[in-house]
């Protein structure tokens, strides 16, 4: 299957509920530094598979996904400080963490097509 334009790619799209939904909770939180690197890492994952996508060359398009990945890692450890803080609850926390886990797994599958 071809890919024509990366808003086709699951991860890409699914890194949009992802970002939703960190930018939804965070929304009125006043640590504006975590907020900040939580909101900065959420979307760092779309725009990594979207940069590495238009660059056309499948071993930049690879570094590019490796760097979406280490993004979504980012999410999720700061996930673990935002529920010890009391920043998220365990619903939400859950939440994030399966979006982050499906995510890393989606694009670890296209690195390995590629």
Known sequence: ???NNFEEII???KTG???FLIYKLFKNNRDFNFKDQIQRAAVSIGNNIAEGFERKGNNEFKHFLFMAKG????VRSMTYLALRLGYVDNSDF???QSLCIEISKLISGLIKTL
């Open 71 to 74: 993004s979504c890692g980012e």
């Open 11 to 13: 991860s890409w799209q």
């Open 17 to 19: 509920e992802l970002t």
């Open 94 to 96: 859950d939440k994030i």
């Open 1 to 3: 299957m071809k890919i």
